[in-house]
Protein backbone atom coordinates (compact mmCIF):
# COMPACT_ATOMS: atom_id res chain seq x y z
CA UNK A 1 0.00 0.00 0.00
CA UNK A 2 3.24 2.62 0.76
CA UNK A 3 4.35 1.64 -2.34
CA UNK A 4 0.90 2.29 -4.14
CA UNK A 5 0.56 5.38 -2.63
CA UNK A 6 3.69 6.84 -3.02
CA UNK A 7 3.75 6.18 -6.76
CA UNK A 8 0.57 7.92 -6.60
CA UNK A 9 1.85 10.77 -5.26
CA UNK A 10 4.49 11.20 -7.63
CA UNK A 11 2.27 10.66 -10.78
CA UNK A 12 0.45 13.61 -9.14
CA UNK A 13 3.62 15.53 -8.87
CA UNK A 14 4.73 15.06 -12.10
CA UNK A 15 1.31 15.67 -13.52
CA UNK A 16 1.13 19.10 -11.87
CA UNK A 17 4.52 20.26 -13.06
CA UNK A 18 3.54 19.57 -16.33
CA UNK A 19 0.29 21.42 -16.25
CA UNK A 20 2.40 24.48 -14.54
CA UNK A 21 5.37 24.12 -17.65
CA UNK A 22 2.46 24.03 -20.30
CA UNK A 23 1.17 27.24 -18.31
CA UNK A 24 4.15 28.94 -18.32
CA UNK A 25 4.64 28.49 -21.78
CA UNK A 26 1.08 29.28 -22.85
CA UNK A 27 2.03 32.85 -20.76
CA UNK A 28 4.88 33.35 -22.81
CA UNK A 29 3.59 32.87 -25.81
CA UNK A 30 0.53 35.53 -24.80
CA UNK A 31 2.87 37.75 -24.11
CA UNK A 32 5.24 37.83 -26.98
CA UNK A 33 1.88 38.15 -28.88
CA UNK A 34 1.00 40.67 -26.82
CA UNK A 35 4.39 42.23 -27.58
CA UNK A 36 3.51 42.02 -31.28
CA UNK A 37 1.06 44.24 -31.28
CA UNK A 38 1.82 47.03 -28.79
CA UNK A 39 -1.14 44.84 -26.47
CA UNK A 40 -1.45 47.19 -23.17
CA UNK A 41 -4.56 44.86 -21.42
CA UNK A 42 -5.78 41.13 -21.58
CA UNK A 43 -8.67 39.37 -20.59
CA UNK A 44 -10.28 35.87 -20.66
CA UNK A 45 -13.38 34.86 -21.95
CA UNK A 46 -15.39 31.88 -20.20
CA UNK A 47 -14.83 30.65 -16.91
CA UNK A 48 -13.83 33.78 -14.77
CA UNK A 49 -12.21 31.43 -12.05
CA UNK A 50 -10.12 29.09 -13.86
CA UNK A 51 -6.59 30.37 -14.99
CA UNK A 52 -5.46 32.17 -12.32
CA UNK A 53 -1.63 30.56 -12.44
CA UNK A 54 -1.39 31.59 -15.80
CA UNK A 55 -2.59 35.16 -15.04
CA UNK A 56 -0.06 35.17 -12.19
CA UNK A 57 2.61 34.33 -15.50
CA UNK A 58 1.41 36.95 -17.52
CA UNK A 59 1.54 39.64 -14.46
CA UNK A 60 4.86 38.38 -13.91
CA UNK A 61 7.91 40.69 -15.24
CA UNK A 62 5.74 42.14 -17.79
CA UNK A 63 3.98 45.54 -18.65
CA UNK A 64 0.36 43.86 -19.15
CA UNK A 65 -2.80 44.67 -17.17
CA UNK A 66 -5.41 42.45 -16.40
CA UNK A 67 -9.26 43.62 -17.13
CA UNK A 68 -9.87 39.70 -16.12
CA UNK A 69 -11.62 41.10 -12.67
CA UNK A 70 -14.69 42.21 -14.21
CA UNK A 71 -17.06 40.24 -16.79
CA UNK A 72 -18.44 43.80 -18.59
CA UNK A 73 -15.42 46.17 -18.74
CA UNK A 74 -16.25 48.71 -16.40
CA UNK A 75 -13.90 51.34 -17.93
CA UNK A 76 -14.75 51.84 -21.36
CA UNK A 77 -12.39 54.29 -22.00
CA UNK A 78 -9.45 52.60 -20.72
CA UNK A 79 -10.78 50.13 -22.90
CA UNK A 80 -11.47 52.43 -25.79
CA UNK A 81 -7.57 54.23 -26.10
CA UNK A 82 -5.68 51.20 -25.33
CA UNK A 83 -5.17 47.60 -27.11
CA UNK A 84 -6.96 44.73 -25.19
CA UNK A 85 -6.09 41.26 -26.26
CA UNK A 86 -9.50 38.69 -25.48
CA UNK A 87 -8.57 35.20 -24.77
CA UNK A 88 -10.48 32.33 -25.68
CA UNK A 89 -9.01 29.05 -24.11
CA UNK A 90 -10.40 26.05 -25.39
CA UNK A 91 -11.08 24.59 -21.87
CA UNK A 92 -12.54 26.99 -20.09
CA UNK A 93 -14.45 28.99 -22.77
CA UNK A 94 -17.05 27.72 -25.21
CA UNK A 95 -18.58 29.40 -28.25
CA UNK A 96 -21.79 30.72 -26.61
CA UNK A 97 -18.73 32.48 -24.19
CA UNK A 98 -17.30 33.73 -26.66
CA UNK A 99 -20.07 35.08 -28.71
CA UNK A 100 -21.78 36.54 -26.02
CA UNK A 101 -18.37 38.70 -25.84
CA UNK A 102 -18.00 39.66 -29.32
CA UNK A 103 -21.30 42.11 -29.12
CA UNK A 104 -19.75 43.90 -27.20
CA UNK A 105 -15.67 44.23 -29.52
CA UNK A 106 -14.64 47.37 -30.14
CA UNK A 107 -12.33 48.45 -32.58
CA UNK A 108 -8.99 48.48 -30.53
CA UNK A 109 -9.98 44.66 -29.24
CA UNK A 110 -7.73 42.17 -30.31
CA UNK A 111 -9.11 38.35 -30.37
CA UNK A 112 -6.77 35.15 -29.49
CA UNK A 113 -8.72 31.78 -29.64
CA UNK A 114 -8.08 28.56 -29.01
CA UNK A 115 -9.87 26.30 -32.14
CA UNK A 116 -10.97 23.04 -30.00
CA UNK A 117 -9.17 19.76 -31.26
CA UNK A 118 -12.71 18.44 -32.96
CA UNK A 119 -13.78 21.32 -34.90
CA UNK A 120 -12.27 22.86 -37.70
CA UNK A 121 -10.93 26.80 -37.90
CA UNK A 122 -13.45 27.45 -40.84
CA UNK A 123 -16.79 25.72 -39.04
CA UNK A 124 -15.75 27.34 -35.51
CA UNK A 125 -15.42 30.83 -37.74
CA UNK A 126 -18.33 30.27 -39.81
CA UNK A 127 -21.09 31.83 -36.99
CA UNK A 128 -18.93 34.49 -35.41
CA UNK A 129 -19.91 38.08 -36.24
CA UNK A 130 -16.20 39.15 -38.14
CA UNK A 131 -15.76 41.87 -40.77
CA UNK A 132 -12.57 42.67 -42.86
CA UNK A 133 -11.33 45.33 -39.68
CA UNK A 134 -11.72 42.82 -37.15
CA UNK A 135 -8.32 41.79 -35.01
CA UNK A 136 -9.09 38.26 -35.33
CA UNK A 137 -6.67 35.23 -34.74
CA UNK A 138 -6.55 31.47 -33.70
CA UNK A 139 -4.31 28.64 -32.28
CA UNK A 140 -3.79 25.54 -31.73
CA UNK A 141 -0.92 23.24 -30.56
CA UNK A 142 0.88 21.85 -32.86
CA UNK A 143 3.34 20.11 -30.56
CA UNK A 144 4.23 20.47 -26.78
CA UNK A 145 6.56 23.25 -27.89
CA UNK A 146 4.93 25.01 -31.15
CA UNK A 147 1.96 26.67 -31.67
CA UNK A 148 0.38 27.58 -35.18
CA UNK A 149 -1.22 30.61 -35.33
CA UNK A 150 -3.84 32.08 -37.83
CA UNK A 151 -5.89 35.37 -38.66
CA UNK A 152 -9.23 35.14 -39.35
CA UNK A 153 -11.86 37.96 -41.37
CA UNK A 154 -14.94 38.09 -43.16
CA UNK A 155 -15.37 40.59 -46.35
CA UNK A 156 -19.02 40.79 -44.85
CA UNK A 157 -20.42 39.02 -41.77
CA UNK A 158 -22.86 36.58 -44.19
CA UNK A 159 -19.54 35.68 -46.50
CA UNK A 160 -17.58 32.86 -45.90
CA UNK A 161 -14.49 33.27 -43.17
CA UNK A 162 -11.31 33.96 -45.07
CA UNK A 163 -8.02 32.33 -42.88
CA UNK A 164 -4.55 33.41 -43.40
CA UNK A 165 -1.22 31.55 -41.84
CA UNK A 166 0.44 34.29 -39.66
CA UNK A 167 3.39 32.99 -38.35
CA UNK A 168 3.88 30.47 -35.41
CA UNK A 169 5.62 30.17 -31.69
CA UNK A 170 8.31 28.32 -30.20
CA UNK A 171 10.63 28.40 -27.29
CA UNK A 172 12.58 30.74 -29.35
CA UNK A 173 9.66 33.42 -29.58
CA UNK A 174 7.13 34.50 -32.10
CA UNK A 175 8.05 34.29 -35.69
CA UNK A 176 5.22 35.95 -36.96
CA UNK A 177 4.68 37.24 -40.72
CA UNK A 178 6.42 40.69 -41.66
CA UNK A 179 3.63 41.96 -43.58
CA UNK A 180 1.27 45.21 -42.68
CA UNK A 181 -2.04 44.03 -41.50
CA UNK A 182 -3.86 45.86 -45.05
CA UNK A 183 -0.71 44.16 -47.29
CA UNK A 184 -1.74 40.77 -46.17
CA UNK A 185 -5.92 41.91 -46.81
CA UNK A 186 -5.36 44.00 -49.42
CA UNK A 187 -7.35 41.35 -52.18
CA UNK A 188 -10.87 41.88 -51.53
CA UNK A 189 -11.75 39.08 -54.01
CA UNK A 190 -13.50 40.68 -56.61
CA UNK A 191 -16.38 42.35 -53.89
CA UNK A 192 -18.57 44.47 -55.74
CA UNK A 193 -19.30 48.41 -53.77
CA UNK A 194 -22.44 50.21 -54.09
CA UNK A 195 -21.05 53.68 -54.98
CA UNK A 196 -22.73 56.89 -55.84
CA UNK A 197 -22.14 60.26 -57.24
CA UNK A 198 -22.33 63.71 -58.47
CA UNK A 199 -20.97 65.94 -60.75
CA UNK A 200 -18.37 68.72 -59.24
CA UNK A 201 -15.44 69.74 -61.80
CA UNK A 202 -12.01 69.05 -61.71
CA UNK A 203 -13.16 66.42 -59.09
CA UNK A 204 -16.32 64.36 -60.20
CA UNK A 205 -18.10 64.61 -63.60
CA UNK A 206 -20.83 62.24 -64.33
CA UNK A 207 -21.62 61.90 -67.45
CA UNK A 208 -24.91 60.33 -69.41
CA UNK A 209 -24.34 58.44 -72.41
CA UNK A 210 -27.56 58.28 -75.03
CA UNK A 211 -27.57 54.52 -74.46
CA UNK A 212 -28.92 55.20 -70.71
CA UNK A 213 -25.02 54.47 -69.13
CA UNK A 214 -23.92 56.57 -66.52
CA UNK A 215 -19.88 56.74 -66.22
CA UNK A 216 -18.44 59.13 -63.85
CA UNK A 217 -14.82 60.09 -64.15
CA UNK A 218 -12.49 63.71 -62.83
CA UNK A 219 -10.02 63.48 -60.44
CA UNK A 220 -11.26 61.68 -57.00
CA UNK A 221 -12.41 58.88 -59.80
CA UNK A 222 -9.34 58.63 -61.23
CA UNK A 223 -7.50 57.35 -57.72
CA UNK A 224 -10.68 55.60 -56.80
CA UNK A 225 -9.99 53.21 -60.13
CA UNK A 226 -6.36 53.42 -58.94
CA UNK A 227 -7.62 51.38 -55.78
CA UNK A 228 -9.91 49.09 -57.41
CA UNK A 229 -7.24 47.72 -59.46
CA UNK A 230 -4.96 47.21 -56.91
CA UNK A 231 -7.33 45.95 -54.39
CA UNK A 232 -9.30 44.00 -56.28
CA UNK A 233 -13.08 44.91 -56.55
CA UNK A 234 -15.96 46.04 -58.88
CA UNK A 235 -18.38 48.91 -58.47
CA UNK A 236 -22.39 49.08 -58.94
CA UNK A 237 -23.27 52.60 -59.64
CA UNK A 238 -26.67 53.78 -57.49
CA UNK A 239 -26.87 58.08 -58.86
CA UNK A 240 -29.33 59.99 -56.07
CA UNK A 241 -32.53 61.65 -57.52
CA UNK A 242 -32.49 64.10 -57.95
CA UNK A 243 -29.34 63.54 -59.68
CA UNK A 244 -26.80 66.71 -58.46
CA UNK A 245 -28.30 66.58 -54.67
CA UNK A 246 -25.36 65.98 -52.67
CA UNK A 247 -27.57 66.67 -49.16
CA UNK A 248 -29.89 68.24 -46.43
CA UNK A 249 -30.59 67.78 -43.12
CA UNK A 250 -34.33 66.88 -42.35
CA UNK A 251 -35.76 68.03 -38.93
CA UNK A 252 -36.33 64.56 -38.14
CA UNK A 253 -32.21 63.88 -38.39
CA UNK A 254 -32.72 62.08 -41.87
CA UNK A 255 -30.74 63.25 -44.79
CA UNK A 256 -31.72 63.72 -48.64
CA UNK A 257 -29.09 62.95 -51.81
CA UNK A 258 -25.72 60.92 -51.50
CA UNK A 259 -25.59 61.57 -47.71
CA UNK A 260 -28.88 60.34 -47.04
CA UNK A 261 -28.16 57.28 -49.23
CA UNK A 262 -24.59 56.22 -47.14
CA UNK A 263 -27.58 57.00 -43.90
CA UNK A 264 -29.54 54.63 -45.27
CA UNK A 265 -26.93 52.17 -46.16
CA UNK A 266 -28.52 52.15 -50.01
CA UNK A 267 -24.76 52.17 -50.63
CA UNK A 268 -21.25 52.11 -49.04
CA UNK A 269 -19.95 54.82 -49.89
CA UNK A 270 -19.28 57.34 -52.44
CA UNK A 271 -15.87 58.12 -53.83
CA UNK A 272 -16.58 62.17 -54.88
CA UNK A 273 -15.48 65.47 -53.40
CA UNK A 274 -17.76 65.12 -49.70
CA UNK A 275 -17.02 68.51 -47.79
CA UNK A 276 -15.97 67.39 -44.10
CA UNK A 277 -18.40 69.74 -42.21
CA UNK A 278 -19.69 68.84 -38.27
CA UNK A 279 -23.28 67.85 -39.70
CA UNK A 280 -22.15 65.26 -41.99
CA UNK A 281 -19.45 63.90 -39.17
CA UNK A 282 -22.94 62.51 -37.43
CA UNK A 283 -23.64 60.34 -40.07
CA UNK A 284 -20.64 59.62 -42.27
CA UNK A 285 -16.92 58.59 -41.87
CA UNK A 286 -14.46 60.41 -44.23
CA UNK A 287 -11.28 59.19 -45.32
CA UNK A 288 -7.93 60.45 -45.23
CA UNK A 289 -8.69 63.97 -47.18
CA UNK A 290 -7.48 63.97 -50.86
CA UNK A 291 -6.93 67.80 -51.77
CA UNK A 292 -7.41 71.60 -50.30
CA UNK A 293 -9.45 73.99 -51.63
CA UNK A 294 -10.98 77.37 -50.43
CA UNK A 295 -13.78 79.43 -51.69
CA UNK A 296 -14.04 82.97 -53.63
CA UNK A 297 -16.57 85.05 -54.62
CA UNK A 298 -17.75 85.43 -58.14
CA UNK A 299 -19.25 88.92 -60.29
CA UNK A 300 -20.08 89.47 -63.43
CA UNK A 301 -16.77 91.00 -65.30
CA UNK A 302 -16.94 95.07 -64.53
CA UNK A 303 -15.25 95.19 -68.12
CA UNK A 304 -16.77 98.43 -69.35
CA UNK A 305 -17.69 99.97 -65.90
CA UNK A 306 -16.04 103.06 -64.79
CA UNK A 307 -13.13 103.27 -62.07
CA UNK A 308 -13.83 106.52 -60.11
CA UNK A 309 -10.42 105.56 -58.50
CA UNK A 310 -8.21 105.12 -61.67
CA UNK A 311 -5.70 108.11 -61.04
CA UNK A 312 -5.57 107.35 -57.16
CA UNK A 313 -5.39 103.41 -57.06
CA UNK A 314 -1.56 103.52 -58.39
CA UNK A 315 -0.52 104.60 -55.01
CA UNK A 316 -1.83 102.96 -51.69
CA UNK A 317 -3.64 104.89 -48.92
CA UNK A 318 -0.77 104.93 -46.73
CA UNK A 319 1.41 106.90 -49.96
CA UNK A 320 -1.35 109.58 -50.49
CA UNK A 321 -1.93 110.21 -46.37
CA UNK A 322 2.22 110.71 -46.43
CA UNK A 323 2.13 112.77 -49.08
CA UNK A 324 -0.99 115.08 -47.21
CA UNK A 325 0.77 115.19 -44.21
CA UNK A 326 3.88 116.64 -46.04
CA UNK A 327 1.70 119.27 -47.97
CA UNK A 328 0.65 120.64 -44.07
CA UNK A 329 3.88 120.40 -42.53
CA UNK A 330 6.28 121.67 -45.08
CA UNK A 331 4.51 125.31 -46.12
CA UNK A 332 4.56 126.75 -42.84
CA UNK A 333 8.15 125.85 -42.46
CA UNK A 334 8.96 127.32 -45.96
CA UNK A 335 7.48 130.37 -44.95
CA UNK A 336 9.00 130.51 -41.63
CA UNK A 337 12.36 130.63 -42.93
CA UNK A 338 11.82 133.09 -45.65
CA UNK A 339 10.45 135.54 -42.93
CA UNK A 340 13.36 134.98 -41.02
CA UNK A 341 14.92 138.83 -40.21
CA UNK A 342 18.42 139.28 -41.23
CA UNK A 343 18.37 135.87 -43.35
CA UNK A 344 16.23 136.52 -46.32
CA UNK A 345 15.70 139.19 -49.00
CA UNK A 346 12.42 141.09 -49.03
CA UNK A 347 11.55 139.12 -52.84
CA UNK A 348 11.70 135.83 -50.85
CA UNK A 349 9.35 136.55 -48.55
CA UNK A 350 7.08 138.04 -50.89
CA UNK A 351 7.39 135.30 -53.33
CA UNK A 352 6.97 132.54 -50.06
CA UNK A 353 4.11 133.62 -48.21
CA UNK A 354 2.00 131.21 -46.64
CA UNK A 355 -0.44 130.69 -49.49
CA UNK A 356 1.88 130.71 -52.09
CA UNK A 357 3.69 127.85 -49.80
CA UNK A 358 1.50 125.75 -49.94
CA UNK A 359 0.54 126.28 -53.85
CA UNK A 360 4.48 125.35 -54.38
CA UNK A 361 4.50 122.29 -52.47
CA UNK A 362 1.31 120.79 -53.22
CA UNK A 363 2.44 121.43 -57.27
CA UNK A 364 6.10 120.09 -56.29
CA UNK A 365 4.60 116.88 -54.97
CA UNK A 366 2.09 116.47 -57.45
CA UNK A 367 2.74 118.12 -60.67
CA UNK A 368 6.62 118.92 -60.35
CA UNK A 369 6.13 123.04 -60.69
CA UNK A 370 9.01 124.92 -59.20
CA UNK A 371 8.92 128.61 -58.39
CA UNK A 372 10.38 131.62 -60.53
CA UNK A 373 12.50 133.13 -56.91
CA UNK A 374 14.45 130.70 -55.00
CA UNK A 375 15.73 131.60 -51.75
CA UNK A 376 19.55 133.19 -51.51
CA UNK A 377 20.90 131.15 -48.40
CA UNK A 378 22.23 127.72 -47.89
CA UNK A 379 19.38 126.82 -45.26
CA UNK A 380 16.50 128.14 -47.15
CA UNK A 381 17.95 126.41 -50.21
CA UNK A 382 18.76 123.28 -48.71
CA UNK A 383 15.06 123.18 -47.79
CA UNK A 384 14.17 124.55 -51.05
CA UNK A 385 15.71 121.76 -53.22
CA UNK A 386 14.54 118.77 -50.87
CA UNK A 387 10.86 120.03 -51.43
CA UNK A 388 11.71 119.87 -55.31
CA UNK A 389 13.43 116.96 -55.56
CA UNK A 390 11.44 114.85 -53.44
CA UNK A 391 8.27 115.76 -54.77
CA UNK A 392 10.10 115.26 -58.40
CA UNK A 393 10.87 111.37 -57.77
CA UNK A 394 6.96 110.93 -56.26
CA UNK A 395 5.89 111.99 -59.48
CA UNK A 396 8.52 109.92 -61.18
CA UNK A 397 7.13 106.82 -59.24
CA UNK A 398 3.13 107.66 -59.57
CA UNK A 399 3.90 108.29 -63.48
CA UNK A 400 5.31 105.13 -64.08
CA UNK A 401 2.59 103.08 -62.08
CA UNK A 402 -0.41 105.00 -63.99
CA UNK A 403 0.88 104.14 -67.27
CA UNK A 404 1.59 100.60 -66.13
CA UNK A 405 -1.62 100.04 -64.66
CA UNK A 406 -3.86 101.54 -67.20
CA UNK A 407 -2.05 98.89 -69.50
CA UNK A 408 -2.74 95.90 -67.24
CA UNK A 409 -6.23 97.65 -67.17
CA UNK A 410 -7.07 96.18 -63.80
CA UNK A 411 -11.67 96.16 -63.60
CA UNK A 412 -12.90 97.70 -60.94
CA UNK A 413 -14.93 95.40 -58.64
CA UNK A 414 -17.75 96.09 -57.38
CA UNK A 415 -16.92 94.83 -53.76
CA UNK A 416 -13.58 93.36 -52.16
CA UNK A 417 -14.76 91.56 -49.33
CA UNK A 418 -17.89 90.30 -47.90
CA UNK A 419 -18.05 93.12 -45.61
CA UNK A 420 -18.41 95.69 -48.69
CA UNK A 421 -20.39 93.08 -50.35
CA UNK A 422 -23.66 94.05 -47.53
CA UNK A 423 -22.81 97.65 -46.67
CA UNK A 424 -22.14 98.64 -50.42
CA UNK A 425 -24.23 96.32 -52.36
CA UNK A 426 -28.04 94.97 -52.88
CA UNK A 427 -26.49 91.67 -54.78
CA UNK A 428 -27.82 88.54 -53.74
CA UNK A 429 -25.19 85.41 -52.97
CA UNK A 430 -26.06 82.46 -55.25
CA UNK A 431 -24.78 78.46 -53.61
CA UNK A 432 -25.87 75.18 -54.99
CA UNK A 433 -29.07 74.15 -52.92
CA UNK A 434 -28.11 70.47 -51.10
CA UNK A 435 -24.69 71.21 -50.94
CA UNK A 436 -22.39 71.76 -47.54
CA UNK A 437 -22.26 76.02 -48.57
CA UNK A 438 -26.35 75.68 -47.32
CA UNK A 439 -25.13 74.44 -43.49
CA UNK A 440 -22.01 76.79 -43.76
CA UNK A 441 -24.13 79.90 -44.15
CA UNK A 442 -27.20 78.85 -41.88
CA UNK A 443 -25.23 77.26 -39.07
CA UNK A 444 -22.37 79.97 -39.20
CA UNK A 445 -21.25 81.85 -35.63
CA UNK A 446 -20.14 84.58 -37.61
CA UNK A 447 -22.32 87.97 -37.79
CA UNK A 448 -21.27 88.93 -40.92
CA UNK A 449 -21.47 84.75 -42.71
CA UNK A 450 -25.33 85.05 -40.56
CA UNK A 451 -26.00 88.41 -42.16
CA UNK A 452 -25.12 87.20 -45.53
CA UNK A 453 -27.52 83.85 -45.07
CA UNK A 454 -30.52 86.11 -43.58
CA UNK A 455 -30.16 88.58 -45.92
CA UNK A 456 -28.67 87.70 -49.21
CA UNK A 457 -29.45 83.88 -49.21
CA UNK A 458 -32.28 82.06 -47.60
CA UNK A 459 -35.29 83.85 -48.89
CA UNK A 460 -34.31 83.13 -52.50
CA UNK A 461 -32.41 79.89 -52.18
CA UNK A 462 -35.41 77.54 -53.40
CA UNK A 463 -35.25 79.71 -57.19
CA UNK A 464 -31.30 78.55 -57.40
CA UNK A 465 -30.55 76.78 -60.15
CA UNK A 466 -29.27 72.84 -59.34
CA UNK A 467 -26.58 72.87 -61.69
CA UNK A 468 -23.04 74.81 -61.24
CA UNK A 469 -23.27 76.02 -65.02
CA UNK A 470 -26.18 77.23 -64.69
CA UNK A 471 -25.26 79.09 -61.45
CA UNK A 472 -22.15 80.83 -63.16
CA UNK A 473 -24.35 81.53 -66.41
CA UNK A 474 -26.74 83.38 -63.91
CA UNK A 475 -23.76 85.83 -62.59
CA UNK A 476 -22.65 86.33 -66.01
CA UNK A 477 -25.74 87.76 -67.53
CA UNK A 478 -26.92 89.23 -64.23
CA UNK A 479 -25.03 91.85 -62.06
CA UNK A 480 -27.34 91.81 -59.59
CA UNK A 481 -25.76 88.27 -58.23
CA UNK A 482 -22.17 86.94 -57.07
CA UNK A 483 -21.58 83.34 -56.85
CA UNK A 484 -19.96 81.86 -53.72
CA UNK A 485 -18.29 78.39 -54.39
CA UNK A 486 -15.15 76.73 -54.90
CA UNK A 487 -12.51 78.21 -56.35
CA UNK A 488 -11.03 75.32 -58.24
CA UNK A 489 -14.27 74.00 -59.37
CA UNK A 490 -15.29 77.73 -60.56
CA UNK A 491 -12.58 78.01 -63.08
CA UNK A 492 -13.01 74.96 -64.80
CA UNK A 493 -16.74 76.12 -66.26
CA UNK A 494 -17.42 77.84 -69.34
CA UNK A 495 -18.70 81.51 -68.00
CA UNK A 496 -15.00 82.12 -66.36
CA UNK A 497 -12.87 80.64 -68.67
CA UNK A 498 -14.71 83.04 -71.28
CA UNK A 499 -13.87 85.51 -68.76
CA UNK A 500 -17.41 86.67 -68.49
CA UNK A 501 -16.83 86.26 -64.93
CA UNK A 502 -14.25 86.85 -62.75
CA UNK A 503 -12.90 86.41 -58.73
CA UNK A 504 -12.43 88.98 -55.98
CA UNK A 505 -9.31 87.54 -54.57
CA UNK A 506 -10.48 87.29 -51.28
CA UNK A 507 -9.89 83.54 -49.62
CA UNK A 508 -12.54 82.22 -47.72
CA UNK A 509 -12.71 78.82 -46.17
CA UNK A 510 -10.30 76.81 -46.68
CA UNK A 511 -11.11 72.75 -46.10
CA UNK A 512 -10.23 69.87 -47.72
CA UNK A 513 -12.34 66.98 -50.00
CA UNK A 514 -12.61 63.37 -48.79
CA UNK A 515 -14.46 60.32 -49.73
CA UNK A 516 -17.46 59.26 -47.68
CA UNK A 517 -18.17 55.95 -46.19
CA UNK A 518 -20.83 54.52 -44.00
CA UNK A 519 -20.44 54.96 -40.22
CA UNK A 520 -18.04 52.71 -38.67
CA UNK A 521 -17.55 50.82 -41.85
CA UNK A 522 -15.28 47.98 -41.69
CA UNK A 523 -13.72 48.98 -45.40
CA UNK A 524 -12.42 52.90 -44.02
CA UNK A 525 -9.13 51.74 -42.69
CA UNK A 526 -7.97 49.69 -45.86
CA UNK A 527 -8.72 52.33 -47.73
CA UNK A 528 -7.15 55.13 -45.81
CA UNK A 529 -4.04 52.89 -45.84
CA UNK A 530 -3.90 53.05 -49.64
CA UNK A 531 -4.97 56.64 -50.03
CA UNK A 532 -1.63 57.05 -47.00
CA UNK A 533 0.57 54.89 -49.49
CA UNK A 534 -0.48 56.56 -52.81
CA UNK A 535 0.31 59.99 -51.05
CA UNK A 536 3.67 59.09 -49.89
CA UNK A 537 4.67 57.19 -53.59
CA UNK A 538 3.95 60.78 -54.96
CA UNK A 539 0.82 59.15 -57.45
CA UNK A 540 -1.26 60.99 -55.58
CA UNK A 541 -0.44 64.66 -55.80
CA UNK A 542 0.49 63.63 -59.70
CA UNK A 543 -3.45 63.36 -60.11
CA UNK A 544 -4.18 66.45 -58.72
CA UNK A 545 -2.04 68.42 -60.12
CA UNK A 546 -3.03 67.06 -63.38
CA UNK A 547 -6.24 68.27 -62.77
CA UNK A 548 -5.75 71.52 -60.75
CA UNK A 549 -3.39 72.82 -63.34
CA UNK A 550 -5.72 73.45 -65.98
CA UNK A 551 -5.42 76.46 -68.03
CA UNK A 552 -6.91 79.56 -66.41
CA UNK A 553 -9.18 82.39 -67.65
CA UNK A 554 -8.83 83.05 -71.85
CA UNK A 555 -9.51 87.02 -71.26
CA UNK A 556 -8.91 89.56 -74.28
CA UNK A 557 -4.96 90.60 -74.57
CA UNK A 558 -5.83 94.30 -74.07
CA UNK A 559 -2.38 95.26 -73.96
CA UNK A 560 -1.62 98.29 -75.93
CA UNK A 561 -4.69 98.70 -77.31
CA UNK A 562 -6.72 102.35 -76.86
CA UNK A 563 -8.29 103.57 -73.76
CA UNK A 564 -11.66 103.65 -73.49
CA UNK A 565 -13.57 105.94 -71.74
CA UNK A 566 -14.20 104.33 -68.86
CA UNK A 567 -10.42 104.32 -68.20
CA UNK A 568 -9.62 107.95 -68.22
CA UNK A 569 -13.11 109.28 -66.71
CA UNK A 570 -11.47 110.60 -63.80
CA UNK A 571 -9.41 113.03 -66.30
CA UNK A 572 -12.56 114.28 -68.10
CA UNK A 573 -14.40 114.32 -64.53
CA UNK A 574 -11.95 116.42 -63.34
CA UNK A 575 -11.56 118.65 -66.19
CA UNK A 576 -15.68 119.26 -65.93
CA UNK A 577 -15.13 120.24 -62.69
CA UNK A 578 -12.50 122.82 -63.78
CA UNK A 579 -14.78 123.93 -66.02
CA UNK A 580 -18.17 124.43 -63.99
CA UNK A 581 -15.97 126.18 -61.13
CA UNK A 582 -14.64 128.35 -63.98
CA UNK A 583 -17.78 129.46 -65.18
CA UNK A 584 -18.92 130.14 -61.26
CA UNK A 585 -16.35 132.88 -60.67
CA UNK A 586 -16.57 134.17 -64.28
CA UNK A 587 -20.44 134.87 -63.29
CA UNK A 588 -19.55 135.50 -59.95
CA UNK A 589 -17.73 138.70 -60.63
CA UNK A 590 -19.41 139.09 -63.19
CA UNK A 591 -22.27 140.01 -60.51
CA UNK A 592 -19.85 141.10 -58.07
CA UNK A 593 -19.75 144.53 -59.86
CA UNK A 594 -23.56 145.22 -59.37
CA UNK A 595 -23.06 144.86 -55.57
CA UNK A 596 -20.24 147.19 -55.13
CA UNK A 597 -21.05 150.53 -53.85
CA UNK A 598 -21.02 153.71 -56.07
CA UNK A 599 -18.06 156.80 -54.90
CA UNK A 600 -18.14 160.18 -56.66
CA UNK A 601 -14.75 160.36 -55.19
CA UNK A 602 -12.50 160.94 -58.43
CA UNK A 603 -10.32 158.80 -60.04
CA UNK A 604 -7.23 157.66 -58.51
CA UNK A 605 -4.74 160.16 -59.53
CA UNK A 606 -0.86 158.83 -60.94
CA UNK A 607 0.40 159.64 -57.22
CA UNK A 608 -1.84 157.52 -55.91
CA UNK A 609 -1.46 154.93 -58.19
CA UNK A 610 2.23 154.80 -57.05
CA UNK A 611 1.39 154.94 -53.45
CA UNK A 612 -0.83 151.81 -53.46
CA UNK A 613 2.13 149.16 -54.83
CA UNK A 614 4.39 147.74 -52.59
CA UNK A 615 8.21 148.18 -53.20
CA UNK A 616 8.24 145.19 -55.97
CA UNK A 617 5.62 145.74 -57.61
CA UNK A 618 6.71 149.53 -57.77
CA UNK A 619 10.41 148.72 -58.97
CA UNK A 620 9.03 146.62 -61.63
CA UNK A 621 6.90 149.53 -62.95
CA UNK A 622 9.62 152.17 -63.01
CA UNK A 623 11.70 149.09 -65.10
CA UNK A 624 9.37 148.93 -67.39
CA UNK A 625 8.67 152.52 -67.25
CA UNK A 626 12.24 153.33 -67.81
CA UNK A 627 13.17 150.89 -70.66
CA UNK A 628 9.98 152.53 -72.63
CA UNK A 629 11.11 155.50 -72.52
CA UNK A 630 14.40 154.67 -73.94
CA UNK A 631 12.89 152.49 -76.64
CA UNK A 632 11.18 155.94 -77.54
CA UNK A 633 14.10 157.96 -77.19
CA UNK A 634 16.14 155.49 -80.00
CA UNK A 635 13.04 155.94 -82.45
CA UNK A 636 12.94 159.41 -82.09
CA UNK A 637 17.04 159.33 -82.76
CA UNK A 638 16.23 156.74 -85.26
CA UNK A 639 13.81 159.24 -86.96
CA UNK A 640 15.69 162.57 -86.97
CA UNK A 641 19.30 160.99 -88.43
Known amino acids: MDVLKSSYLLVLLLFRLSISSGQS ?50 NLHERSVAKTLNIALSNLTTKANLLDRMELKLKRDFWLVQIPHEETVESYLKDLPLDLDDDFFSFYIETDSTIRIQEAYKLTNDMEP ?13 NASPMEKWDRRGDLGGMEFKISGASSSPYVKVLEKPNGEVEMSGMYLEIFYSLEEVMNFTHILNLPTPREEWGIKNSDGSWTGIIGQIQRGDIDFAPISFTRTKLRSEVVDFALPIAQFHHRYFVQNPRDSFNWFAYVEPLTSKVWLTIGLLSLIFPPFLTFLAFMPYISTEEERQEFTLWKSFVFVLSTLTFVRGLSVTPNQARNRLVFLGILFGGTVIFWHWEAMIISYLAVR ?4 PFNNLEELLSQTNKKILIKPGSAYVDDFRYSLDPLIQEAWNTRIREYLHSYPNNRDELTDLVANDPDYVLYDNFYSSRTYGAYRRCQIIDVPQIYDQKVFAYGFQKNSPFLPIFNFHLKRMLERGSMNQVVEKYLSVAGQQCQDLSGAPLGFENCFTAFLLFLIGCLVSVVIIFGEYFARFLEPTSDAAAMDESDFYESLNRIELVNVLRHRDRFIAKLKRLVHDSDS
Open 410 to 413: IPAL
Open 25 to 74: DLAKFIYDFCRRHSINYFSFVGDLDGPTSLIQHLLKDSNLKSLYQSRFYP
Open 162 to 174: ITLYFGSWTLEGL
